[in-house]
């Protein structure tokens, strides 16, 4: 007789206890462990720029675009293997084509992604180097969040996008996006013509 009561009052806690709805745990990213801030320069004979970029990025002479041969020796791309990212720095000289072109491209560019874009936020820059340029920020699932041009708006032109090798997803990139961001802006504000 006890065993059999002992038996139901198991039965009845083990059923009762099956009641509750299962709730699914959220989906997560995995966590991402960012290095140590540290700058070195870039200062290559010949190039007419200079700046600084982080140690854990790494120079890389561009040499090819869209399958051709980049216009001008200058275009390089920084890769940061570590977030599968590149900042993308296409060089062009103002003369060869003009200000007004240079600067229609760079906002063309931009606003291709506003088929994808929440919005675009494009703001006027002066870097203590006394560098002009503009800062486009671009929200939502788009392939860059990030891109800038700085000039001197009689001989240089100088654009930069950080793209990521991934597919776009804003949420999980953001952490990423703030992290390389700081870095962006310690090469625009370090930024020099030569």
Same mark, same amino acid.
């Given at each position: 007789?006890?065993?059999?009561?002992?038996?139901?009052?198991? $039965?009845?806690?083990?059923?009762?206890?099956?009641?509750?709805?299962?709730?699914?745990?959220?989906?997560?990213?995995?966590?991402? !462990?960012?290095?140590?801030?540290?700058?070195? #320069?870039?200062?290559?004979?010949?190039?007419?720029?200079?700046?600084?970029?982080?140690?854990?990025?790494?120079?890389?002479?561009?040499?090819?675009?869209?399958?051709?041969?980049?216009?001008?020796?200058?275009?390089?791309?920084?890769?940061?293997? #570590?977030?599968? @990212? /590149? $900042?993308?720095?296409?060089?062009?000289?103002?003369?060869?084509?003009?200000?007004?072109?240079?600067?229609?491209?760079?906002?063309?560019?931009?606003?291709?992604? @506003?088929?994808? =874009?929440?919005?675009?936020?494009?703001?006027?820059?002066? /870097?203590?180097?006394?560098?002009?340029?503009?800062?486009?920020?671009?929200?939502?699932?788009? =392939?860059?969040?990030?891109?800038?041009? $700085?000039? !001197?708006?009689?001989?240089?032109?100088?654009?930069? =996008?950080?793209?990521?090798?991934?597919?776009?997803?804003? !949420?999980?990139?953001?952490?990423?996006?703030?992290?390389?961001? #700081?870095?962006?802006?310690?090469?625009?504000? /370090?930024? #020099?013509?030569?």
């Amino acid at each position: 007789m006890k065993y059999t009561s002992f038996l139901k009052i198991s $039965l009845f806690l083990f059923l009762s206890a099956c009641n509750d709805s299962y709730t699914p745990r959220p989906e997560g990213y995995f966590k991402i !462990d960012f290095p140590e801030k540290s700058y070195q #320069q870039f200062d290559m004979p010949g190039y007419p720029y200079q700046f600084e970029y982080p140690s854990y990025g790494r120079i890389v002479k561009d040499s090819s675009f869209f399958g051709d041969t980049p216009e001008n020796p200058w275009w390089i791309n920084i890769f940061f293997p #570590q977030f599968n @990212a /590149t $900042l993308y720095i296409s060089y062009k000289e103002i003369g060869k084509y003009s200000l007004e072109k240079l600067l229609n491209d760079a906002f063309n560019l931009t606003n291709k992604h @506003a088929v994808r =874009a929440s919005y675009i936020d494009d703001s006027l820059m002066e /870097t203590p180097r006394h560098i002009h340029g503009i800062f486009f920020k671009v929200s939502g699932e788009v =392939a860059t969040a990030n891109q800038f041009f $700085l000039t !001197d708006s009689t001989k240089h032109f100088l654009r930069g =996008a950080l793209y990521f090798n991934v597919t776009p997803n804003q !949420d999980s990139l953001m952490p990423v996006n703030t992290f390389l961001m #700081q870095d962006v802006r310690h090469l625009i504000n /370090t930024f #020099q013509w030569k």
